[in-house]
């Protein structure tokens, strides 16, 4: 007990003497804040601060592994016991996948269908390998119609018969084929004017009509072939020749080869087709009594078509021209003419929307055959002169609005040097005329002409089921010489849609509109002056529908002019009423 209470005294002492010294410290420093003045500083020198060197740390420390102990090497030893377990896994079974069944495609094939107006239609195609690189193929097609179209006092009848063979070759470095074929058309020129013998008595009518014999034919042979090789400069070429003739007297012969080469230059590929082309024939009568010199005619047409295409990024560049050399071999004339060939396009947005646009032209060879394919009612006293489109320029925009929607819309300047034209020919009613002479015939005239055109289509494949499509086309023409561009419509239009109804049934209809027509016909034995006819504009709705009864054999039904409206598509024609033909088709291999 006595020595802490001296230790006490002891602490009590210190911290009483530290306090006195703190508080005579602060008195001190107040006073010597109460003295200070103020004073003067020269600097004499700058101050440059220096930076000491520092200790860099080393990237990569060297270590000192002398100390370092030696791995020991572990041996250890796996000690392996079952494990008891009452889990026993199931069985895995595999899923069965449905498969669709593979199309069988049938090589041949035939189709026969017969219905009103005692129509006949029918078909067969067949084709046979001879070898690994040979094939040989034939088609056979007749068309045809008994007439009863009403209130024609002609008959009507027609056939249309064709049949073609094909020898072929496909080998790696070329490959060719040949094809022969034939053609037997009998048509009747029974478009009488409506006002036909309204001058004569009924009975002397009836016999004027009675004396008419408008039965008339055209036949056509064709040889030509197509070969192509997969290297080298001469690539392709095809060669065409055909006779055809009519039940006048008529004849035609064409002949047409068109060999195609391709250079390599710079990296650029020049294409060039050289174009031999040449028709000539001759009709037995001149259409006016007063002229009973046979109608001759010859041409032919020597070209030079050289181009290149260009690519770029979103860009397509095709630049070209093509020259000619057209001599008349009848006249003895001959001239030379150039032609535009250029054609670009443009990516605006991928494949959803592409600009295009072009200027082409072409010397285009007319012929008889293909008069007639147009119009089977014409008079055989033709002129025949080639057609000379100068220029067509043209733009538009395609693409699509979804991956199974396609769209096409497109604007064009066409000019024009002897368009051909169909018009009636004038007639009297004299005993003594040919039998195309009495308003129930065609000619062709011709006529330097430009066309405004605008055309549109739209494409949907809605499902695999579904499909639908429909186009227009709006023309503006403007002639020359002749008053009217004849029979040549202002606006056509088309639309169609097929689906499948089950995997058995399909349906399908489509319908197309044609827009108001000229022509021009004279009863000249009334002296009474031309003036235009407008035709009727006309629509014509058709309909099928068909059963799959199995993948070989398939039943159908075609219903056409469901309307029923006696439109006429030439003057004076009017076409059959309601159609409908019922058929099958069948499927083979040998």
Same mark, same amino acid.
């Given at each position: 007990?006595?020595?802490?209470?001296?230790?006490?005294? =002891?602490?009590?002492?210190?911290?009483?003497?530290?306090?006195?010294?703190?508080?005579?410290?602060?008195?001190?420093?107040?006073?010597?804040?109460?003295?200070?003045?103020?004073?003067?500083?020269?600097?004499?020198?700058?101050?440059?601060?220096?930076?000491?060197?520092?200790?860099?740390?080393?990237?990569?420390?060297?270590?000192?592994?002398?100390?370092?102990?030696?791995?020991?090497?572990?041996?250890?030893? =796996?000690?392996?016991?079952?494990?008891?377990?009452?889990?026993?896994?199931?069985?895995?079974?595999?899923?069965?996948?449905?498969?669709?069944?593979?199309?069988?495609?049938?090589?041949?094939?035939?189709?026969?269908?017969?219905?009103?107006?005692?129509?006949?239609?029918?078909?067969?195609?067949?084709?046979?390998?001879?070898?690994?690189?040979?094939?040989?193929?034939?088609?056979?097609?007749?068309?045809?119609?008994?007439?009863?179209?009403?209130?024609?006092?002609?008959?009507?009848?027609?056939?249309?018969?064709?049949?073609?063979?094909?020898?072929?070759?496909?080998?790696?470095?070329?490959?060719?084929?040949?094809?022969?074929?034939?053609?037997?058309?009998?048509?009747?020129?029974?478009?009488?004017?409506?006002?036909?013998?309204?001058?004569?008595?009924?009975?002397?009518?009836?016999?004027?009509?009675?004396?008419?014999?408008?039965?008339?034919?055209?036949?056509?042979?064709?040889?030509?072939?197509?070969?192509?090789?997969?290297?080298?400069?001469?690539?392709?070429?095809?060669?065409?020749?055909?006779?055809?003739?009519?039940?006048?007297?008529?004849?035609?012969?064409?002949?047409?080869?068109?060999?195609?080469?391709?250079?390599?230059?710079?990296?650029?590929?020049?294409?060039?087709?050289?174009?031999?082309?040449?028709?000539?024939?001759?009709?037995? +009568?001149?259409?006016?009594?007063?002229?009973?010199?046979?109608?001759?005619?010859?041409?032919?047409?020597?070209?030079?078509?050289?181009?290149?295409?260009?690519?770029?990024?979103?860009?397509?560049?095709?630049?070209?021209?093509?020259?000619?050399?057209?001599?008349?071999?009848?006249?003895?004339?001959?001239?030379?003419?150039?032609?535009?060939?250029?054609?670009?396009?443009?990516?605006?947005?991928?494949?959803?929307?592409?600009?295009?646009?072009?200027?082409?032209?072409?010397?285009?060879?007319?012929?008889?055959?293909?008069?007639?394919?147009?119009?089977?009612?014409?008079?055989?006293?033709?002129?025949? +002169?080639?057609?000379?489109?100068?220029?067509?320029?043209?733009?538009?925009?395609?693409?699509?609005?979804?991956?199974?929607?396609?769209?096409?819309?497109?604007?064009?300047?066409?000019?024009?040097?002897?368009?051909?034209?169909?018009?009636?020919?004038?007639?009297?009613?004299?005993?003594?005329?040919? +039998?195309?002479?009495?308003?129930?015939?065609?000619?062709?005239?011709?006529?330097?002409?430009?066309?405004?055109?605008?055309?549109?289509?739209?494409?949907?494949?809605?499902?695999?089921?579904?499909?639908?499509?429909?186009?227009?086309?709006?023309?503006?023409?403007?002639?020359?010489?002749?008053?009217?561009?004849?029979?040549?419509?202002?606006?056509?239009?088309?639309?169609?849609?097929?689906?499948?109804?089950?995997?058995?049934?399909?349906?399908?209809?489509?319908?197309?509109?044609?827009?108001?027509?000229?022509?021009?016909?004279?009863?000249?034995?009334?002296?009474?002056?031309?003036?235009?006819?407008?035709?009727?504009?006309?629509?014509?709705?058709?309909?099928?529908?068909?059963?799959?009864?199995?993948?070989?054999?398939?039943?159908?039904?075609?219903?056409?002019?469901?309307?029923?409206?006696?439109?006429?598509?030439?003057?004076?024609?009017?076409?059959?009423?309601?159609?409908?033909?019922?058929?099958?088709?069948?499927?083979?291999?040998?």
């Amino acid at each position: 007990m006595k020595i802490n209470f001296q230790n006490k005294h =002891i602490a009590f002492l210190l911290l009483l003497t530290s306090q006195l010294m703190l508080a005579q410290k602060k008195e001190e420093t107040k006073k010597k804040e109460e003295t200070i003045g103020t004073e003067e500083v020269n600097v004499v020198k700058a101050y440059l601060p220096t930076i000491s060197d520092a200790f860099k740390v080393k990237e990569i420390p060297s270590l000192n592994d002398e100390g370092n102990a030696a791995k020991e090497t572990i041996k250890y030893t =796996i000690f392996s016991f079952p494990v008891a377990s009452t889990f026993t896994p199931s069985k895995g079974n595999a899923q069965l996948v449905d498969k669709a069944k593979k199309e069988h495609l049938f090589t041949n094939y035939a189709t026969a269908g017969v219905g009103n107006y005692g129509s006949l239609n029918a078909e067969l195609f067949v084709v046979q390998e001879l070898g690994n690189n040979d094939y040989v193929a034939g088609m056979f097609k007749h068309q045809s119609s008994q007439g009863g179209i009403k209130d024609i006092e002609l008959n009507d009848q027609f056939y249309d018969t064709s049949l073609d063979l094909i020898y072929g070759v496909k080998n790696r470095d070329m490959s060719w084929n040949i094809d022969l074929g034939y053609q037997n058309q009998i048509y009747n020129w029974y478009g009488l004017p409506v006002d036909f013998g309204s001058t004569l008595t009924p009975q002397d009518r009836g016999i004027l009509i009675n004396s008419i014999s408008p039965k008339h034919s055209y036949n056509g042979i064709n040889l030509g072939g197509n070969i192509d090789f997969s290297d080298g400069i001469f690539t392709k070429a095809s060669m065409k020749y055909s006779h055809f003739s009519d039940g006048l007297k008529s004849s035609e012969n064409r002949f047409y080869i068109k060999p195609s080469f391709k250079v390599e230059i710079m990296d650029q590929s020049i294409n060039t087709d050289v174009i031999v082309d040449y028709v000539g024939g001759s009709f037995e +009568n001149n259409y006016e009594k007063t002229n009973l010199q046979p109608i001759k005619y010859g041409f032919t047409n020597f070209g030079l078509s050289p181009s290149f295409v260009m690519q770029q990024d979103d860009w397509t560049l095709n630049l070209g021209a093509k020259l000619f050399y057209s001599l008349d071999n009848e006249n003895s004339n001959s001239k030379i003419l150039v032609y535009p060939n250029v054609t670009a396009s443009y990516k605006v947005v991928g494949d959803l929307m592409i600009f295009y646009a072009g200027a082409e032209g072409n010397l285009e060879q007319n012929t008889y055959m293909d008069f007639v394919d147009q119009n089977p009612f014409l008079s055989p006293t033709l002129n025949i +002169n080639p057609t000379d489109m100068q220029f067509n320029i043209f733009a538009g925009l395609k693409g699509k609005l979804a991956n199974n929607v396609s769209y096409k819309v497109q604007g064009s300047y066409v000019n024009e040097r002897n368009k051909a034209l169909f018009k009636s020919n004038n007639y009297t009613e004299d005993i003594s005329n040919k +039998n195309y002479a009495f308003g129930n015939s065609f000619q062709v005239v011709y006529d330097d002409m430009t066309t405004l055109r605008f055309y549109g289509e739209l494409k949907a494949d809605f499902s695999e089921n579904v499909s639908f499509g429909i186009n227009g086309t709006f023309n503006s023409y403007s002639n020359d010489h002749q008053s009217e561009a004849w029979n040549l419509p202002t606006m056509k239009l088309s639309t169609n849609l097929d689906f499948n109804i089950t995997k058995q049934w399909y349906a399908g209809f489509n319908l197309f509109y044609v827009g108001e027509r000229k022509d021009e016909q004279v009863n000249t034995s009334l002296g009474i002056d031309a003036s235009p006819i407008t035709l009727k504009s006309y629509f014509d709705l058709n309909a099928h529908v068909g059963y799959k009864y199995s993948e070989r054999l398939t039943f159908y039904l075609k219903a056409n002019n469901i309307t029923n409206q006696a439109y006429q598509r030439w003057l004076n024609y009017p076409v059959q009423g309601f159609q409908i033909v019922a058929g099958a088709n069948y499927k083979f291999d040998f």
